[in-house]
Structure formats: C-alpha cells, structure tokens
C-alpha cells in the first residue's frame, strides 16, 4: 500500500504538518509530534481504524484517497527470479541523500 497522506493534505491546502494536526486536534485527534512527523514523511508503522475516519473528516477524502494499493509489489510463483534477474541487469542501487550530504536512516 502506498501511502498519500501529503499530497491529499496539498490538495486541500495543508503543506506543513503542524497546520493538519492542529486541524486533527481541534477534531478530537490528539498526535504527538513524533507520530505526526511519520505520518506525514512517510509510511506509518500502525493507525488507528478510527484515527483515519478523523483524517478523511479532516482532508474531505475517502480512505481510497489516503491509501493506494500496489499490486505490482505482491510476489507471484515464478516471478522472484525474474525479479531478480532484472535487478541486477539495472546496476547500483541509487541511494538517496540528505540535502546535507549525509545518509538517510533506514526505514
């Protein structure tokens, strides 16, 4: 599943997370700034079925808003191999930096 929590946040006008929890708090949905951080730069580890029904009041969406599914990525007998045969055949893995220069953390 992918998660789209930004950009959905975009298209309704919130481009800093601090603007949607305070907008999640004034609907009862108290997040601590760590939590917060991980919805919104990434995918979150765990949420709360009824923390979403809040963010979609919130965002104005439905769940098929936030939450994209990636089939593509669901092995299939036979297909690991072939994967892999790809994989390899493209060269270095490209790994992503910081601004600074320095490594991201491993999610």
Known sequence: MKWNLRLIAANKGIWKASELQRSLAEHGLVI???????????????????????ICVVLGCEIGDLLLPEPEKVPRPGQQET????????????????????????S
């Open 32 to 54: 601590s700034a760590g939590k917060m951080s991980g919805l919104w730069s990434g995918q979150p580890v765990s949420l709360k079925l009824e923390d979403l029904d809040v």
């Open 83 to 106: 994967e892999q045969v790809a994989v390899a055949a493209a060269g270095p893995a490209v790994v992503p930096r910081r601004r600074d220069g320095r490594s991201l953390p491993p």
